[in-house]
């Protein structure tokens, strides 16, 4: 079983490193009344790294607004050497709307690229492949391996469950043998001198596939 992970992983920014750079002031006018906004935020002003729909709201009244239009799609990375792109992924997930990022193997990532989006995204922690199996066995998704390897289907030419979980791989080695015994195997058709792409890179390519055959993209902002 999934374990949620607490930890968040190693220490990274807290918002935006420019403090007064983006965001807005302090609230203008009588506060609104509605309970989502946060006093703090209506009296300081929000500089945080979210959209201007969410500007003075609470932590979690964003999450809880985010968890009514989350997309059926989750995302997992395997993190048996501390890959470094685990936080470009949960930014990239954030962005997207997943429903949630699994990370497998340790616990601790660094959370510097996530830019804060850790705060409002569902994570889970599974110790090895097993587990985050049997999380997607219990839930009927279907997991979809992302690795350059012969049998592969090109994800170009593919369309995507819609309830699924994409598993990406780890900088350098790739997928563990055990990951890529998955449902389903897809590659990204590449065309220059390397074998490879990097694992953040290949992760926002894959979930934007899955936006472009399945998302309302009339609910983008």
């Known amino acids: 079983m999934a374990e949620q ?8 920014p807290t918002e935006w490193e420019v403090p007064g750079a983006v965001g807005v002031g302090p609230w203008e006018g009588p506060w609104p009344e509605d309970e989502r906004y946060d006093p703090e935020l209506l009296a300081h002003g ?5 959209v201007d ?15 009514r239009t989350r997309h059926p799609f989750h995302v997992a990375m395997e993190n048996f050497q501390h890959d470094h792109n685990i936080g ?7 962005s997207f709307a997943a429903a949630a990022v699994h990370i497998v193997g340790k616990r601790r990532w660094n959370r510097r690229g996530a830019m ?10 599974h110790p090895d492949v097993a587990s985050l199996r049997a999380f997607a ?25 819609r ?12 997928l563990t043998d055990e990951a890529r015994q998955a449902a389903m195997l897809v ?21 934007h596939t899955w936006i472009r055959q399945h998302a309302q993209l009339d609910a983008a902002w």
């Not at 929000?46 to 979210?50: I, W």
């Not at 729909?53 to 968890?67: F, G, M, Q, T």
């Not at 998704?141 to 289907?153: C, E, R, S, Y």
């Not at 309830?163 to 790739?174: D, H, K, R, V």
């Open 5 to 12: 992970d607490d930890a968040r992983g190693e220490p990274g």
């Open 46 to 50: 929000d500089r945080r790294n979210v």
């Open 53 to 67: 729909a969410y500007r003075y709201w609470r932590r979690e009244a964003i999450v809880a607004d985010l968890d």
């Open 88 to 94: 470009t992924v949960v930014r990239t997930a954030n």
């Open 116 to 125: 804060v989006t850790d705060r409002y995204q569902h994570l889970h922690h």
């Open 137 to 161: 066995d219990e839930r009927g998704l279907v997991i979809v391996a992302v690795d350059n390897t012969p049998g592969a289907h090109r994800i170009e030419t593919v369309e995507l469950p």
């Open 163 to 174: 309830e699924c979980l994409l598993l990406f791989g780890q900088e350098g080695p790739g």
């Open 187 to 207: 590659s990204i058709a590449q065309f220059g001198s390397t074998r490879s792409i990097n694992a953040g890179v290949a992760a926002g390519i894959v979930m």
